[in-house]
């Protein structure tokens, strides 16, 4: 069964400074990851995702992610934050077959942003 | 054309009662996905559903939890006897037929309190 790991429940962040969040995963085939955001009392808006090719995956908003298959990760990442970026964030992996459509998410990072 | 509704999007109930949650998908989209969402928690899968067939309700407790997608109206959820652990935030997401592994699309949620 796939699972997801995102190890910092909480970042802060300035704004302006670069944002890194990790995500690793656990599939026995070529995973479909995915990076969404959820602002508070929203739903979840869909960031970017992979599936195969090029393993930097560029999305919306100014965030971009890299998979790495030999370390298990998906991490996502900004150059440079804004103050609206304030919000949480799940990493997702999708499987093929039998469980096609059946997401797992991790439990998602928190990310404050300070002035 | 209009995103993923559900409704309602706060439904506040007794111990006992019923809960019943409403996702009308987007257009043209045949396949529903539910996921709850507890507090400080990511999202986990509940069900599966295409119009008239569940494809896979691994996700669902046992008991007191149904879901159905008929041919003509809304996907429902429904809780019976609910008691405050149900208290959460309940997410639908829809997709094309087969296009669920690469991208589904949210609902803003219905928050369930259960007093």
């Known amino acids: 069964a796939q699972s997801v790991t995102q190890p910092d429940i909480h970042i802060t962040v300035s704004e302006g400074a670069s944002l890194e969040l990790r995500c690793n995963y656990s599939?026995?085939?070529?995973?479909?990851l995915f990076w969404y955001v959820q602002s508070p009392g929203q739903g979840l808006q869909l960031l970017l995702k992979y599936f195969s090719g090029d393993t930097l995956v560029q999305g919306i908003k100014g965030f971009e992610a890299e998979f790495k298959r030999s370390q298990s990760s998906f991490n996502l990442r900004k150059p440079s934050v804004h103050w609206s970026d304030a919000a949480e964030y799940f990493c997702?992996?999708?499987?093929?077959?039998?469980?096609?459509?059946?997401?797992?998410f991790g439990d998602g990072t928190t990310l404050t942003v300070k002035p | 054309n209009a995103g993923v509704m559900q409704n309602p999007r706060h439904l506040v109930r007794r111990r006992g009662q019923e809960a019943r949650l409403r996702c009308s998908p987007m257009k043209g989209h045949s396949h529903v996905y539910w996921y709850r969402q507890l507090p400080e928690e990511g999202l986990k899968f509940m069900v599966y559903l295409q119009k008239e067939n569940i494809i896979d309700e691994s996700g669902m407790p046992k008991e007191r939890f149904s879901a159905e997608f008929p041919k003509e109206g809304p996907s429902i959820l429904r809780i019976q006897q609910v008691v405050r652990g149900d208290s959460a935030a309940y997410f639908c997401?829809?997709?094309?037929?087969?296009?669920?592994?690469?991208?589904?699309?949210f609902g803003p949620g219905t928050r369930l309190t259960v007093t």
């Open positions: 599939y026995g085939a070529t995973p479909y």
């Open positions: 997401a829809s997709s094309l037929p087969g296009q669920g592994l690469y991208e589904q699309y």
């Open positions: 997702a992996v999708g499987a093929l077959g039998t469980n096609a459509g059946k997401s797992t």
